[in-house]
């Protein structure tokens, strides 16, 4: 891949360590976690983050399509397990099964062409059998429970049955309470229902980063966290609700992304000209204009114009005019800025910070989207 160098992403290796210890206390011994890398590992690189995960002890990896799953394979150091929980093209079924990938299976056009390419390799296919429990987006339906049984049973010689799982819909909020409740009793009926058929899962999971914290009881065997490895919360409420349960103001998290640019080009505006596309920021007085080559392109959204905020020697400085795809501007007026100068879009310079939750909720962009849309061709690096 060719690097876009206009900016670097700096990955924190005592941030990923520190996470993943809180993950861990907070699941106990005996439950395996498994470290969720899908959409690139949430923005941070699958190439970069699994080595460093694996660093920390990791041995499982949860990503949503065979595509990331070659990415992971490539990534790996330790020959950790794959488990796909989404799509697998047709082009990449064949790979899947030979490396033995594990893989969610949803309906029975996946779960047969699994079987059928396993047979036909002469190779055990790994499964996660979905159960679908009040999501209502992927899974088995309690109506389809009878004849799935009744299909594995049937095959039992050509696959592994790794694990019975399903999804929580909307951990992150108390609003979602009793729907959580009711998907966890349907979950667990549909667990008896398959040990009364002899169909016992290696693995037992439904719990996401959301519901090891809120409801620690359904964390089963094995669970799969995404946003906490990253050093970033579910929600507000989640954090809130750990700090109060656990009496304490300080985050237990450390933030393991930064986002650094330079300014490019410094040039003046007199006042009563407008600056950058349009009419939408006029220059009330004679001001400093600093670039910076980076834009909605690249990530930084253009819901940021005349709103978004960065880090420039210390001192936090304003985005003025529209954001273009390839570019933003700061008001620089006040301070004593020079071409390369660094620029901190995301990130910490002495106590001053602009972190991901705030640069969301400039740009009304939940962490989960605004991280995955930082341009994967941005270079990421292990500091």
């Not at 529209?322 to 990130?347: H, K, P, R, T």
Request: glycine fraction near 6%; charge should be neutral.
């Amino acid at each position: 891949m060719i690097q876009n160098n206009s900016s670097i992403v700096e990955l924190d290796k005592n941030a990923i360590a520190n996470n993943v210890d809180f993950i861990r206390s907070q699941i106990g011994k005996g439950v395996k976690l498994s470290c969720v890398v899908k959409a690139n590992a949430y923005g941070h690189s699958i190439e970069q983050m699994v080595p460093e995960l694996e660093n920390n002890g990791v041995r499982h990896f949860s990503v949503f399509s065979s595509f990331e799953a070659r990415e992971v394979y490539q990534a790996t150091r330790k020959k950790s397990t794959i488990m796909i929980m989404g799509d697998i093209s047709n082009e990449d079924l064949p790979w899947v099964v030979e490396k033995q990938i594990e893989c969610f299976v949803y309906n029975f056009h996946t779960l047969k062409k699994l079987v059928e390419e396993g047979i036909k390799q002469k190779i055990k296919v790994c499964i996660h059998v979905e159960l679908e429990t009040g999501m209502n987006r992927h899974g088995y339906s309690k109506t389809d429970w009878e004849e799935l049984i009744d299909y594995l049973r049937k095959e039992k010689d050509n696959y592994i049955l790794q694990g019975l799982c399903t999804h929580f819909a909307g951990a992150e909020s108390s609003a979602n309470y009793k729907r959580i409740q009711d998907q966890q009793e349907v979950f667990l009926n549909g667990l008896s229902v398959f040990r009364d058929n002899n169909l016992i899962p290696q693995n037992v999971h439904s719990s996401c980063s959301a519901a090891i914290l809120a409801y620690p009881e359904f964390n089963h065997d094995l669970v799969r966290i995404g946003i906490l490895t990253y050093g970033l919360w579910p929600s507000t409420e989640m954090e809130l609700t750990y700090k109060i349960k656990n009496k304490t103001q300080k985050s237990p998290l450390k933030r393991v992304l930064s986002w650094k640019s330079r300014i490019t080009d410094i040039s003046f505006v007199e006042s009563g000209e407008f600056i950058g596309y349009g009419n939408s920021y006029l220059a009330e007085t004679d001001m400093k204009i600093a670039s910076v080559p980076v834009g909605y392109g690249y990530g930084f959204n253009r819901s940021l114009s005349n709103t978004g905020r960065v880090i420039v020697n210390g001192v936090r400085l304003s985005v003025v005019g529209i954001v273009n795809m390839n570019m933003f501007l700061i008001d620089a007026s006040n301070v004593d800025v020079s071409i390369n100068d660094e620029v901190i879009i995301i990130g910490r310079h002495g106590d001053k910070s602009i972190n991901v939750k705030h640069f969301g909720n400039l740009s009304d962009t939940l962490n989960y989207e605004l991280l995955t849309r930082i341009d994967k061709a941005i270079p990421r690096v292990i500091v």
